[in-house]
């Protein structure tokens, strides 16, 4: 999350429960932490857990779903580049379909990697949304990020990263078949 003391948590019809901070969506159905916890505002804390807080404007969880439902996604992989100007860093990734890069927040993908050391991840480019499987795409997923936009000024540096990237990957392969 990166607003973890402006969260919302909610239940979908289907009965799966949501947590959202406008930016990432996890789903928390089973996670104990949040057992007994009502829909709505909340915050996360280290020393006390999920609680309760003052309202928020309730965001539009409808909204991410209405995206995600005909969205193209791709493969995508990390790389080793990030983007320092970015409050926060954000971090270059590659699809592996069209080798155009694209950008998460590198605080999401640490946390995300630490919790789900096998995670998958794939990535839309119109709507800049990463999606994340727990173990292989036939599994549902538990966790949508909204993208960050490449920097104006910086595309052409970050497509040529992107394509050098590729294309040693592409050599990395045909070398090994």
Excluded at 31 to 44: I, M, R, S
Excluded at 68 to 97: C, I, N, T, Y
Aim: glycine share 6%.
């Amino acid at each position: 999350m990166y607003q973890p003391s402006q969260c919302w948590l909610s239940t979908e019809y289907s009965g799966d429960r949501w947590l959202t901070d406008k930016y990432v969506l996890l789903l928390v159905t089973d996670e104990e932490a949040f057992e007994g916890v009502d829909d709505g505002p909340c915050k996360l804390t280290v020393s006390n857990g999920v609680q309760s807080r003052d309202s928020i404007p309730e965001p539009d969880i409808e909204a991410w779903f209405q995206l995600l439902a005909d969205a193209l996604f791709h493969d995508v992989r990390p790389s080793e580049w990030s983007v320092a100007e970015h409050p926060g860093k954000a971090m270059l990734w590659v699809s592996q379909a069209d080798g155009r890069p694209c950008l998460l927040g590198e605080p999401t993908w640490t946390a995300i990697k630490r919790h789900y050391p096998g995670v998958r991840v794939d990535y839309e480019h119109e709507r800049h949304l990463f999606r994340f499987y727990a173990s292989d795409f036939h599994d549902a997923p538990f966790c949508y990020a909204a993208g960050i936009e490449i920097p104006t000024g910086q595309e052409g540096v970050a497509q040529a990263i992107a394509s050098a990237l590729n294309s040693t990957s592409n050599q990395e392969e045909s070398e090994g078949a």
